[in-house]
């Protein structure tokens, strides 16, 4: 029978809780996953060079090793081992789509009027147009969707005439709607739940024998005969009641019994109270 590690299970269980929390609270804040990437791949890095991922005999932990603890690149581990801190920002400006699309409004030549202001602009059309932006900073994304994110957000208005008019420069959050601050209280308490499985032990069950010696007019010799015999049937019985797998390590099954022996100090009546 194959066995099944449950801590690795539970804990891939807890990660995968966890980002889902983290990924409803990012995408209302406006992060994308490569930003979050970059965190990911920052922390990886000054996580394994810490000294307890040292080799025996080693004091600090090396790049290479780093690389082979992370399963980063050593070119990207030695790009991000001296960082203070990760560089979102740059990625932001690289993949972040709707802050692409703000920054070249305000930037781009021909998309300020002469006193630097950005125009508004038709949303369709040649350039100066918001169908231009959107195929200069993001091919792959429909104008339609573009737009309608970037209203939703507050951060461009489209008028009565068809026109857009920007309102931000920076890409704005949403407020976290109720259904989703209900959905991660719910998931906080999966993931609490998640969490005390992986620390602690599971609970083993406890198999009780108990033994009365009954009045103790018996030698110690025969209440060890007795206690003996009953043991032996007792875990003769628990030993064909518990699974065991022999054929991939040879182990048995393993199970925490608990015994008691129950004393009676009464002494046995006399043969005239006995008669009465």
């Known amino acids: 029978m194959k066995e099944t590690d449950h801590s690795t299970d539970t804990l891939d269980a807890l990660l995968q809780t966890l980002l889902q929390i983290l990924a409803r609270v990012l995408i209302q804040r406006g992060m994308t996953a490569y930003e979050v990437m970059?965190?990911?791949?920052?922390?990886?890095?000054?996580?394994?060079?810490?000294?307890?991922?040292?080799?025996?005999?080693?004091?600090?932990?090396?790049?290479?090793?780093?690389?082979?603890?992370?399963?980063?690149?050593?070119?990207?581990?030695?790009?991000?081992?001296?960082?203070?801190a990760p560089t979102q920002a740059r990625v932001r400006a690289v993949y972040h789509r709707g802050h692409r699309i703000l920054k070249a409004w305000h930037e781009l030549p021909g998309y300020q009027g002469k006193?630097?202001?950005?125009?508004?602009?038709?949303?369709?059309?040649?350039?100066?147009?918001?169908?231009?932006l959107v195929?200069?900073?993001?091919?792959?994304?429909?104008?339609?969707?573009?737009?309608?994110?970037?209203?939703?957000?507050?951060?461009?208005?489209?008028?009565?005439?068809?026109?857009?008019?920007?309102?931000q420069r920076?890409?704005?959050?949403?407020?976290?709607?109720?259904?989703?601050a209900q959905w991660t209280r719910q998931a906080l308490e999966s993931l609490r739940g998640l969490a005390r499985e992986l620390s602690e032990p599971p609970a083993q069950r406890v198999h009780e024998l108990l033994f009365d010696t009954g009045p103790l007019a018996a030698s110690v010799e025969q209440l060890a005969r007795r206690l003996e015999g009953t043991a032996r049937e007792f875990l003769d019985g628990l030993a064909?009641?518990?699974?065991?797998?022999?054929?991939?390590?040879g182990d048995t099954a393993r199970a925490a019994v608990s015994?008691?022996?129950?004393?009676?100090?009464?002494?046995?009546?006399?043969?005239?109270?006995?008669?009465?």
Request: proline residues 7%.
């Open 38 to 84: 970059e965190i990911c791949r920052w922390s990886f890095v000054k996580a394994a060079i810490d000294r307890s991922f040292a080799l025996p005999g080693k004091r600090h932990v090396s790049k290479t090793r780093a690389a082979i603890l992370t399963g980063l690149s050593r070119r990207e581990v030695d790009r991000l081992i001296y960082l203070r």
């Open 115 to 132: 006193d630097g202001a950005p125009l508004v602009i038709p949303v369709r059309g040649p350039a100066p147009s918001f169908e231009s």
């Open 135 to 167: 195929r200069e900073c993001c091919r792959d994304i429909t104008v339609r969707a573009m737009l309608d994110d970037l209203a939703m957000r507050g951060c461009v208005l489209l008028l009565d005439d068809g026109r857009v008019q920007v309102l």
């Open 170 to 180: 920076e890409h704005r959050e949403l407020p976290l709607a109720a259904e989703h």
């Open 240 to 249: 064909q009641s518990l699974p065991s797998d022999r054929s991939q390590s």
């Open 259 to 276: 015994v008691r022996i129950a004393v009676k100090n009464e002494a046995p009546p006399s043969p005239g109270q006995a008669a009465r």
